[in-house]
């Protein structure tokens, strides 16, 4: 049968794959702290699934996932907008005082090292186009990851977009956050038994970010609640709305991965 998966092909079949669709995906995230109910691998886990999706839909080749991101201490105002009366606090990315076990974060510079290696290697192989398919959102990882594409697209033989697995499923969407509903319910789709919602307090204990290293996107954007309480909640994950975003992931990535592409490789006759 046919694989995507770059690990699984021998190197007639690679080549076959790049004849067709000359296109290669970098599912890229860290192994990150994601409430006491997820695994640490949910962002690349992500990545990695929506990546799959894609290159089955389109064509392309999936390289392994790098697990692998960055996170920065946070400033004074978005401690507060976490819900922390301190604002001298060290707190980086999502590992609050209270977690048990730490994330493993990479400085800026060391994943931009890690993330621009990656990408050389891939791209000497001879692809056309390089799709990194980031699940993560710390600013610093998206900064970094859009600064290299730039910089490939315009010193290499290749284009290189930086994408972003998980995306509004339309534009009323507020759902996105950190190990809250929307990221719980594409990991119960992907990997099912590696979500525990049981282990979560009781419906009654509210959910503050500060507390529990959980989050709404609108938190951070000082759109949430002054208790700094999740509003979409984990506990109402389903696995049904989780295959709702990694469908929309993978539709909206190869549309505009396969835009991309037919303006590097018209059809014959154009």
Known sequence: ???????????????EEMKRFSVA????????????????GTDPLDAQAVALGIAEKIGGVVFPTLFCGTEAARDPEILRRMGFAQEDLYVVGMDVPRNPVKSCYFPEEVFGVILR????????????????????????????????????????????????????????DQQLGHANISETSM????????????????????????EWGIADALQFQGKGNPEAVVMHD????TAALGKRYVENGIARISAQVLDCYEKLCPPSGQ
């Open 25 to 40: 995906y970098l599912p890229v995230g860290p192994l990150e702290w994601h409430g006491p109910h997820m695994p640490f």
């Open 1 to 15: 049968m046919r694989t995507v998966r770059f690990e699984l092909l021998r190197p007639g079949e690679l080549l």
């Open 117 to 172: 290696e990656n990408l050389r290697q891939i791209i000497s192989l001879g692809f056309k186009m390089v799709v990194v398919v980031n699940g993560h959102g710390a600013d610093g990882q998206l900064a970094t990851g859009a600064r290299l594409a730039k910089e490939f697209t315009n010193t290499s033989p290749a284009t290189v977009l930086f994408t972003r697995a998980m995306q509004k499923l339309d534009e009323e």
């Open 234 to 237: 984990p506990r109402d994950a």
């Open 187 to 210: 990991q119960m789709y992907i990997s099912g038994d590696s979500v525990r919602l049981e282990e979560l307090p009781p419906r009654e204990v509210p959910l503050r970010t500060c």
